[in-house]
Structure formats: C-alpha cells, structure tokens
C-alpha cells in the first residue's frame, strides 16, 4: 500500500514568507507526527496529532509554528515570518495507535 | 530529560564482516525503542521496534538488543553488505501514549567492497 507522502519534496523561500507544508499518512493510521532534522541539532519532534487532536505540541519552537490535522488523515504545518534557522528538512510520520512510526521522505526548506 | 547517545560516530568495514552499534539512553523509563536506517537524502526506513518489555527483535541479518535497566540498545548486524551503507539511528519513545521519539545522533555506516 501507499505510504506516508510528504509535498513539496524541497521548498525554496525568503526571509519572512510564510510555508505551508503538507503530509497525507498512511490509511487509518490515527497518530501522526511531525519532525524535523537540520545539521546542527539531529532530528527533533515537532508536535504530535491523535486524530485531529494535538495532545503534544512540545516540541513547536516558537508561536510562528503551528500545525493542523483534518479529517483525521492529512496534516498542514505551517511556518510564518521564515527565518533562516528554519532550514531543515521537516519530516512526516505516522502510526497505528502505538506502534511502529512509519517516516515520509521529507520536505527540505531552504530559507534564503 | 531523555538523552539518546550512540556511538561511534561513524563506522567503516569490508564487506561479510558482523558488526555492532550502540546506542545509550539515559532514562530508563522507555515506551519502545525503534532502530532506523537512513540514506542519504531519503526519510527513515523502520528496521526493528522493541517494546520495553522485550529483549530482541531479530529481522533477517539484524538483531536488535535491549537492556532497559542499563540504558543500552545494540543492533547487530550479520554479513554485512555495501547495500547495508546508510545511517543508522536509534530512538525511543517515553512512556505515557504520547509515541514522541527522541534520537541518537545516528552511526554513519559504509561497508567497503
């Protein structure tokens, strides 16, 4: 079956635009998770949805962060004002209650 | 605050040879612990998930370890191969539902023909 995609694969933006970033998980997986990884930190969790409910945003770095989930499938995260410390690659991922997280290929921001 | 130590670095070996990776973690406290190759450019593929109760999970040529108590996890991996060259990274899970992982900072692995 179809796994977890992620859209754009690569997104080049300027200084203070805002991006939308896109998942669609895998069918009927109920938890979905976003991350992000850029060289200077590793890959760390963003925010964590079951449903369309986030019980864990922990991880958002800042209030220009957010993220929502419709439908209980796909997922939108949203980055406003873009600085260039949001360079990374941001990935998707997603599970069936909690079992193994299945990982998107990932969208690279590039903020110029 | 869970902290995920995996060492070495990076790992270079000819190919056929068995080899080991570590991975530390400092709370013992663990929902799950997954091990996770990445290629170059790509998401990470899931290799093995083990739940806190158990103490391996073999797959193929890997075999994964636990010892909860002491914090360590190793994945084992046999008869390597140039096709096993990737990055591998270790993550658990705290326990509680909320499956947010925390990562290793990864072993870069290439196996040389």
């Known amino acids: 079956g179809a796994g977890v995609s992620q859209s754009p694969s690569n997104k080049v933006t300027e200084k203070g635009k805002d991006v939308e970033l896109r998942c669609d998980p895998i069918?009927?997986?109920?938890?979905l998770y976003w991350y992000r990884q850029s060289l200077g930190q590793g890959l760390e969790f963003l925010i964590y949805?079951?449903?369309?409910?986030?019980?864990?945003k922990s991880g958002l770095p800042s209030d220009r962060f957010s993220a929502e989930r419709t439908g209980g499938s796909v997922s939108t995260l949203t980055i406003q004002r873009t600085q260039q410390e949001d360079s990374a690659v941001y990935l998707c991922?997603?599970?069936?209650?909690?079992?193994?997280?299945?990982f998107g290929p990932g969208t690279r921001l590039t903020v110029l | 605050k869970q902290e995920v130590t995996q060492i070495p670095a990076a790992l270079s070996v000819p190919e056929g040879e068995n080899l080991v990776l570590n991975c530390s973690f400092t709370?013992?406290?663990?929902?799950?612990l997954q091990w996770f190759r990445q290629d170059p450019g790509k998401g990470l593929t899931s290799l093995l998930l083990?739940?806190?109760?158990?103490r391996e999970q073999t797959s193929g040529r890997l075999n994964a370890s636990l010892d909860k108590s002491s914090g360590r996890s190793t994945l084992y991996i046999a008869a390597s191969q140039p096709g096993d060259s990737a990055t591998y990274l270790c993550?658990?899970?705290?326990?509680?539902?909320?499956?947010?992982?925390?990562f290793g900072q990864g072993t870069r692995l290439t196996i040389n023909p």
């Open positions: 991922a997603s599970s069936h209650r909690a079992d193994t997280q299945y």
């Open positions: 069918s009927g997986h109920t938890a």
């Open positions: 949805f079951q449903g369309n409910s986030a019980p864990d």
């Open positions: 709370d013992s406290a663990i929902y799950n």
């Open positions: 083990i739940q806190s109760s158990q």
């Open positions: 993550a658990v899970s705290p326990p509680g539902g909320a499956q947010k992982l925390v």
